[in-house]
């Protein structure tokens, strides 16, 4: 038997009426007879199609301001009736109902109206959709029966079934009845959310229920592991540029790792104005610089750990010209993607043509690189989720406090304000020696800041007289301030806050080192 459902009767009601003209004469010429309501129908009257009004069809008018227009048993018992079901085929003959095959609709744009500067909370109560919503959930309950259209994008392929089989299959059913729930679910979602926003005050804060809805824009070849499965969700309603709406202009698909790189590596070039390169390996900056020109900071950065930085993930904070493409494409380097504005023709010339890699380098343009991070991240656990603010406190220089005895020169100064951008981006325990507006040498991850520093210190090298060192967290001892002097440090710049932050400072003015404490940490765990 087959499951196709011809189409008989279509219930049309929408606030969105982009295309809808062309789908309902399509409609009409297929003989499918349209029902509609209040400005819906004018619309499309005023088109010259033919449409029952609703009213007529139920005996009972619009009433209070149209917000009572579909909420009918002879609108309702059309659309859930059972064709397999010889008591609601009686019942519709004996009230004399149409069945609605098919039901349009779109829902009142609440989000966009909340959105909208000193909307009222009355203007936005009455964008929250009641007989919509009601609509979508009986036809999607029903789907086995009927279909539900509730986006504009939907209607070319409905017209396409509807030609060429004369009705609709309950797999197309199915997919339109799951689109439509997970629409109902986003949209009592975003009322939910903004009550609690005006309950609770305009900034952004933690709900009591917390709720997330995101959609599934690709899956990935695989996850960490060639053994885990993965996939790339999108924030819809996150209209800031991202990674997830990025420009691939070359190269293979990106990786689940690729794209946790990809962010650390944004997110470091952000903190800068001046042209900045960031070089990521395994979710750390093993090489980062800022300069005059864009391929001066690019040949510091790579030059910073050029073991570590092959087959590393490249940020850029300007578009790429030829001559930064000159210094990547450099033989003995592999880069796995870069993310920048732009390249220009000649740099995308180069890094697709030139090096070995040509062809599986990722390139991605993204607009707005400068744009600040998202108010909250989640982290999930077992049997919950971890959710904080983001970690995008500005660096505050004039807050800071000399607390040796050698105070820092400017140029000093400088350096460490520097350092200090980098060694957020590294994670704890984080150490970053940096010269030059470079990075020199970083320590991350390890359980001991001392071996932190150890393995900062020793990727440093020479490289590390005169340099300068930023702690993301607290010295406890000054065993590292020893190493650091004997490695040739000049200046450290650390939160401050241990109990022994008296022996680290005298460490300090023997070793004729500077010191400042910011009174921030940036842990990255």
Avoid at 133 to 143: E, G, I, Q
Avoid at 353 to 381: C, F, G, M, S
Avoid at 488 to 516: L, Y
Wanted: aromatic content about 6%.
């Amino acid at each position: 038997m087959s499951d196709i459902v011809k189409v008989k009767n279509a219930l049309i009601s929408v606030s969105d009426k982009n295309g809808l003209t062309e789908f309902a004469q399509e409609l009409s010429l297929l003989g499918i007879q349209i029902y509609s309501t209040g400005g819906t129908r004018s619309h499309l009257e005023n088109q010259g199609l033919q449409v029952h009004d609703v009213s007529e069809y139920t005996g009972f008018p619009e009433v209070m301001d149209g917000r009572v227009k579909t909420l009918h048993p002879k609108i309702f018992a059309g659309i859930l009736y059972r064709h397999d079901h010889d008591d609601d085929i009686q019942t519709l003959k004996k009230h004399e109902i149409h069945g609605f095959e098919l039901v349009i609709v779109n829902l009142y744009p609440f989000e966009k109206t909340i959105a909208q500067e000193h909307v009222t909370q009355e203007e936005a109560i009455e964008q929250i959709d009641i007989g919509g919503p009601s609509l979508v959930r009986a036809s999607a309950k029903n789907h086995a029966f009927t279909s539900i259209i509730t986006r504009p994008d939907q209607y070319p392929s409905m017209l396409e079934e509807l030609r060429h089989k004369g009705g609709t299959s309950l797999e197309t059913r199915t997919k339109l009845a799951q689109e439509a729930f997970t629409i109902t679910a986003d949209y009592d979602r975003a009322i939910s959310n903004y009550f609690c926003k005006t309950e609770k005050g305009p900034e952004p804060d933690f709900p009591d229920d917390l709720q997330l809805s995101f959609k599934r824009n690709a899956t990935l070849r695989y996850g960490e592991n060639p053994h885990q499965r993965a996939a790339l969700y999108e924030d819809e309603k996150d209209s800031r540029s991202s990674l997830v709406h990025a420009r691939q202009v070359n190269g293979k698909e990106l990786s689940y790792n690729n794209f946790l790189d990809l962010e650390g590596a944004l997110n470091l070039v952000r903190c800068f104005n001046q042209p900045c390169v960031s070089v990521i390996k395994h979710n750390n900056p093993c090489g980062a610089a800022v300069s005059e020109t864009l391929s001066d900071a690019a040949e510091k950065a790579l030059a910073g750990d050029p073991l570590s930085a092959f087959g590393s993930i490249l940020a850029l904070n300007q578009t790429v010209d030829a001559a930064t493409a000159e210094i990547l494409v450099r033989p003995g380097q592999f880069i796995e993607a870069i993310v920048a504005p732009g390249f220009s023709t000649d740099a995308h010339q180069l890094l697709t043509t030139k090096p070995k890699w040509k062809n599986n380098v990722r390139l991605l343009e993204i607009d707005n690189i400068e744009q600040a991070d998202v108010h909250h991240q989640y982290r999930q656990i077992s049997g919950g989720m971890l959710v904080q603010d983001s970690d995008v406190l500005e660096a505050t220089p004039e807050e800071w406090e000399v607390v040796t005895d050698t105070k820092p020169q400017p140029n000093v100064q400088a350096e460490l304000l520097f350092s200090w951008k980098i060694v957020r981006h590294v994670k704890s325990n984080a150490i970053a020696i940096c010269r030059n507006h470079a990075l020199m040498g970083a320590g991350a991850g390890q359980m001991s800041r001392v071996d932190s520093v150890e393995i900062a210190i020793k990727k440093a090298a020479e490289r590390a007289q005169g340099a300068v060192l930023a702690s993301d967290a607290f010295f406890p001892f000054p065993d590292s301030i020893e190493a650091a002097s004997q490695a040739g440090i000049c200046a450290i710049i650390q939160p401050g806050g241990s109990r022994r932050d008296k022996e680290v400072i005298e460490a300090c003015n023997q070793q004729g080192i500077s010191m400042i404490f910011t009174g921030r940490r940036h842990f990255r765990h």
